[in-house]
Nanobody, 127 residues
Framework: QVELVQSGGGLVQPGGSLRLSCSASLSTLDYYAMAWFRQAPGKEREFVAA????????RYDDSVKGRFTISRDNAKITLFLQMNTLKPEDTAVYFC????????????????????WGQGTQVTVSS
């Protein structure tokens, strides 16, 4: 069983920035696919960003490309999502996830690739 504990989030004005963190109860983040998804009210959970394999490869949804940055600190066993130039449409509950299977890295955009999820954290972008 892997526990993912999220922190960060909150209320921010349009154009502002937030950073989300996700600490994992793992000995290493190497080789595992890790990602952020989000879910707005009345909508399905959607892919935001992923970091795969050795951590040097990242993937982003087009809606956040150039504004959000996913990263991880292997020493602290923590995943981050730096969100800049936030827009009202970024408002959602954000979830981190980790995939432990050998094929998790192959399909980072899919929810089915991930085995464990964080508790979710609310991000609200509003003036």
């Amino acid at each position: 069983q892997v526990e993912l504990v999220q922190s960060g989030g909150g209320l921010v004005q349009p154009g502002g920035s937030l950073r989300l963190s996700c600490s994992a109860s793992l000995s290493t983040l190497d080789y595992y696919a890790m990602a952020w998804f989000r879910q707005a009210p009345g909508k399905e959970r959607e892919f935001v960003a992923a970091i795969v394999g050795n951590g040097r490869s990242t993937r982003y949804d087009d809606s956040v490309k150039g504004r959000f940055t996913i990263s991880r600190d292997n020493a602290k066993i923590t995943l981050f999502l730096q969100m800049n130039t936030l827009k009202p449409e970024d408002t959602a509950v954000y979830f981190c996830a980790v995939g432990l299977r050998s094929d998790s890295n192959a399909y980072p955009f899919s929810r089915a690739s991930y085995d464990y999820w964080g508790q979710g954290t609310q991000v609200t972008v509003s003036s």
